[in-house]
């Protein structure tokens, strides 16, 4: 079932006009919970809980909880992804670069002019170089990285006029919850990580 975009600027986040066919968004709200009052981070929520879900399986895996979605221009789920950085012994899986991948693998392109890419935690410079040139329209992030943060905490790579592609930025989608399954994994994991 496709999650559908919130309302964005007509002329779109790169000054152009936003694709036709786009369609007008209603906020997903699973059965029986209340929907978010918020029209800007609301909209988003059903796919940061898809994310949620995601960063789960990293830290079952004994990686940081991170999870990603990157949703098509029509909101449906091209890709998913979470930190496989233990898993696989690589410094690059990060969550991010990982949905990515695999959203490009699917549709054949690496330009993913439309997409959207959810992520419960601030990206950071490596994913937000990939963000820039993977073309995505928007970023949607969770909780901030006050430490490393690439999309507005410390650094705003993302939005940096000196780049040719400036995705949109929705921070603090359900914040409060993503923050707390990485407060959680690391009180319980330790510093080791």
Same mark, same amino acid.
């Given at each position: ?16 006009? %936003?694709? *036709? &066919?786009?369609?007008? =968004? !209603?906020? @997903? +709200?699973?059965?029986?919970?209340? $929907? /978010? ?20 399986? %990293?830290? *079952? &895996?004994?990686?940081? =909880? !991170?999870? @990603? +979605?990157?949703?098509?221009?029509? $909101? /449906? ?117």
């Amino acid at each position: 079932m496709p999650i559908p975009h919130p309302p964005t600027n007509p002329r779109g986040s790169t000054g152009r006009p %936003a694709p *036709a &066919g786009r369609p007008d =968004p !209603v906020p @997903a +709200v699973p059965a029986g919970t209340a $929907g /978010s009052a918020d029209p800007v981070r609301g909209p988003w929520e059903a796919a940061m809980r898809l994310a949620l879900a995601e960063a789960a399986r %990293a830290a *079952a &895996g004994g990686d940081v =909880p !991170v999870g @990603a +979605v990157v949703l098509a221009a029509d $909101g /449906s789920v091209l890709a998913t992804g979470h930190n496989e950085r233990e898993a696989a012994g690589d410094p690059t899986a990060h969550a991010e670069v990982l949905a990515l991948r695999r959203a490009a693998a699917r549709t054949g392109e690496w330009r993913l002019n439309g997409c959207t890419l959810v992520v419960t935690l601030e990206p950071c410079t490596m994913c937000a170089g990939a963000l820039v040139q993977s073309r995505v329209d928007r970023v949607v992030y969770g909780a901030r990285d006050e430490k490393a943060g690439a999309a507005g905490s410390l650094w705003d790579l993302v939005r940096d006029r000196r780049l040719n592609h400036r995705p949109e930025v929705v921070p603090g989608v359900l914040e409060d919850a993503c923050s707390h399954a990485l407060t959680r994994f690391f009180r319980d994991r330790g510093p080791e990580l």
